[in-house]
């Protein structure tokens, strides 16, 4: 049996004070604490797979710059044998090997590895880990299931910073359940609803569902009312998601921040009970390995939202490599929005110009004086955005730009935030959103929406021809919506910037506001 005592090393880079929370503050990326974090590798050792994540961990919201997972299936069997299946001790062996070459190509100078259910159950579990550091070097940390809880809460953490709700983290061999609330973990539990248990009950699937049953209403009563948000993490829950979109035709396949409902959980776990498992793996580009595990899990989910009653279910492709991750972020990082944070780290690597996306939020920043926080923040992330997409071909640089903004990776941002600014960036290079691949997405806002989208993209596009030093400032606008009036205020040294291209640019975004333009000097 695995010790259950061994915890992971502590946070290289611990840090505490008080955050600078402005946005356009220091940029934290360059700060020695932060830069510690480039190439960080973690290897999670679980029931079902074992994968290798190396972050660029330097801005807030993390970079993928390797990723490989090695379907295992470690606890496969576990239930009638207490030891880790032989086949996939065999596998798991040979994917440590491998992974301990990748960190020494890509420099790392260590390697994070923690083991989760199978490994800390089995009976040679212990086995298992001196055998993986004889032949790589490569210390595995068993943690126990509370611990494996609070991990995958920070995890989601790391991409909803200050949420709250019910973080459920399911695993080949165990699920687990955390409380998050303010930024902090409180009360975890663990359970073991893994599928690859699941799988072994005797007794059919009577049997299974009365276990289930029994079990989460056990965690029920430790947990107490759990109402709010439910967000879930795992691959099983994942490839369930993906079958919900497939079964709703949603047009944006990015799991992430994926929203469901209580009754669309029903009506998707029904539809994986009555359709050709075969067929559903394919049109929903689920693995085979998964697909086997999909109906277990569907059962646990199934009961889990019918006990817990969320106000609703949110997808997170953050984790327990994630919360490793955010294990050594100093607090003052925690502390920053992760998408104004990733946008900041993309302007300064490949902006024309960085910097210049402050000089531009403040010049456009009369539009939005009486917007709401969220839409603001959206704003600024656009403005740091606006030049990172300029080496693309000028035909292409608008999809390209609204491809970039709905599926890169990136935390704290909605679905239908992805298309805003997706949108956004679009009318910074096209006046014009027509007769492109993505019509079916712009369907996912209002109307309202989209229009503000246009406004945000065209003032921006005006906006950059004014200036190439974001730190001279030579004027400004003034925006009077009651009366729809749009005033733009230049110095005499600036007047040769308002060219023929510029004046077309302002007079778009006037069209697009339903305003008239008057145009002003002043004094520099």
Same mark, same amino acid.
């Given at each position: 049996?695995?010790?259950?005592t061994?915890?992971?090393?502590?946070?290289?880079v611990?840090?505490?004070?008080?955050?600078?929370?402005?946005?356009?503050?220091?940029?934290?990326?360059?700060?020695?604490?932060?830069?510690?974090?480039?190439r960080?590798?973690?290897?999670?050792?679980?029931?079902?797979?074992?994968?290798?994540?190396?972050?660029?961990?330097?801005a807030?919201?993390?970079?993928?710059?390797?990723?490989?997972?090695?379907?295992?299936?470690l606890?496969?069997?576990?239930?009638?044998?207490g030891?880790l299946?032989?086949?996939?001790?065999?596998r798991?062996l040979?994917?440590?090997?491998r992974?301990?070459?990748?960190?020494?190509g890509?420099?790392l100078?260590?390697?994070?590895v923690?083991?989760?259910?199978?490994?800390?159950?089995?009976?040679d579990?212990?086995?298992f880990?001196?055998e993986? =550091?004889?032949?790589t070097?490569?210390?595995?940390?068993?943690?126990?299931?509370?611990?494996?809880?609070?991990?995958?809460?920070q995890?989601?953490?790391?991409?909803?910073?200050?949420?709250?709700?019910?973080?459920c983290d399911?695993?080949?061999?165990?699920?687990?359940?955390?409380?998050i609330?303010?930024?902090?973990?409180?009360?975890?539990?663990?359970?073991?609803?893994?599928?690859l248990k699941?799988r072994?009950? @005797?007794?059919?699937?009577k049997?299974?569902?009365?276990q289930i049953?029994t079990?989460?209403?056990g965690?029920?009563?430790?947990?107490?009312?759990q $109402?709010?948000?439910l967000?879930?993490?795992?691959?099983s829950?994942?490839?369930?998601?993906?079958?919900?979109?497939?079964?709703?035709?949603?047009?944006l396949?990015?799991?992430?921040?994926?929203?469901?409902?209580?009754?669309?959980?029903?009506?998707?776990?029904?539809?994986i009970?009555?359709?050709?498992?075969?067929e559903?793996?394919?049109?929903?580009?689920?693995?085979?390995?998964?697909m086997?595990?999909v109906?277990?899990?569907?059962?646990?989910?199934?009961?889990?939202?019918k006990?817990?009653k969320p106000?609703?279910?949110?997808?997170?492709?953050?984790?327990?490599?994630?919360?490793?991750?955010?294990e =050594?972020?100093?607090?003052r990082?925690?502390?920053?929005?992760?998408l104004?944070?990733?946008?900041?780290f993309?302007?300064?690597?490949?902006?024309?110009?960085?910097?210049f996306g402050?000089a531009?939020?403040?010049?456009?920043?009369p539009?939005y004086?009486?917007?709401?926080?969220?839409?603001?923040?959206?704003?600024?992330?656009?403005?740091?955005?606006?030049?990172?997409?300029? $080496?693309?071909?000028?035909d292409?640089?608008?999809?390209?730009?609204?491809?970039?903004?709905?599926?890169?990776?990136?935390?704290?941002? @909605?679905?239908?935030? $992805?298309?805003?600014?997706?949108?956004?960036l679009l009318?910074?290079?096209?006046?014009?959103?027509?007769?492109?691949?993505?019509?079916?997405?712009?369907?996912?806002?209002?109307?309202?929406?989209r229009?503000e989208?246009?406004?945000l993209?065209k003032a921006?596009r005006?906006?950059?021809?004014?200036?190439?030093?974001?730190?001279?400032?030579?004027?400004?606008l003034?925006?009077?919506?009651?009366?729809?009036?749009?005033?733009?205020?230049l110095?005499?040294d600036?007047?040769p910037?308002?060219?023929?291209?510029?004046?077309? $640019?302002?007079?778009?975004l006037?069209?697009?506001?339903g305003?008239?333009v008057?145009?002003?000097?002043? @004094?520099?």
């Open positions: 049996m695995a010790d259950k061994d915890t992971p090393p502590p946070s290289p611990p840090e505490t004070g008080v955050a600078d929370l402005g946005l356009f503050g220091k940029p934290l990326f360059q700060d020695p604490s932060a830069r510690a974090l480039a960080v590798g973690v290897v999670d050792v679980g029931s079902n797979s074992v994968r290798l994540v190396v972050f660029d961990g330097a807030r919201s993390p970079a993928y710059f390797y990723n490989e997972k090695i379907m295992c299936a606890g496969a069997g576990m239930a009638e044998t030891h299946s032989p086949e996939g001790r065999v798991a040979s994917a440590m090997r992974f301990s070459k990748l960190a020494q890509m420099g100078s260590e390697l994070t923690v083991a989760t259910a199978a490994v800390r159950d089995a009976s579990g212990r086995d880990c001196d993986v =550091q004889r032949e070097g490569l210390k595995i940390w068993v943690i126990d299931g509370e611990e494996e809880a609070r991990l995958s809460a995890g989601v953490l790391l991409g909803w910073p200050g949420a709250f709700g019910l973080v399911i695993g080949g061999s165990s699920m687990e359940l955390a409380e609330s303010g930024g902090r973990v409180g009360k975890r539990v663990t359970s073991a609803l893994g599928p699941l072994d009950i @005797k007794g059919g699937a049997a299974r569902q009365a049953k079990v989460i209403e965690l029920a009563e430790k947990m107490g009312a $109402r709010d948000r967000f879930l993490v795992g691959g829950w994942r490839a369930i998601a993906r079958i919900d979109m497939v079964r709703r035709g949603y047009p396949h990015v799991l992430h921040e994926y929203r469901m409902t209580p009754k669309s959980v029903r009506e998707t776990v029904k539809h009970q009555t359709s050709d498992h075969e559903l793996r394919k049109i929903s580009g689920v693995s085979s390995s998964r086997a595990l109906p277990f899990a569907a059962e646990v989910l199934s009961r889990l939202v006990t817990f106000k609703d279910i949110a997808i997170s492709s953050y984790g327990i490599r994630e919360g490793m991750l955010y =050594q972020m100093p607090q990082l925690r502390d920053r929005d992760p104004i944070e990733a946008c900041r993309a302007e300064a690597k490949d902006a024309r110009t960085p910097g402050k531009l939020f403040d010049f456009i920043l539009l004086k009486s917007a709401p926080p969220q839409r603001k923040r959206l704003v600024k992330a656009a403005c740091l955005l606006h030049d990172v997409s300029w $080496r693309a071909h000028p292409y640089r608008a999809e390209v730009c609204f491809d970039n903004a709905t599926r890169a990776n990136l935390g704290g941002l @909605k679905h239908s935030e $992805r298309i805003y600014l997706g949108l956004a009318h910074r290079y096209s006046n014009k959103r027509e007769n492109t691949r993505f019509e079916d997405l712009y369907e996912m806002v209002d109307e309202k929406t229009l989208a246009e406004i993209g921006m005006f906006g950059a021809m004014l200036w190439m030093n974001p730190e001279e400032e030579r004027g400004h003034r925006w009077f919506p009651k009366k729809k009036l749009l005033e733009l205020w110095t005499d600036m007047m910037l308002f060219g023929e291209v510029a004046e077309a $640019r302002l007079n778009s006037a069209l697009s506001l305003a008239e008057q145009l002003k000097t002043c @004094k520099k």
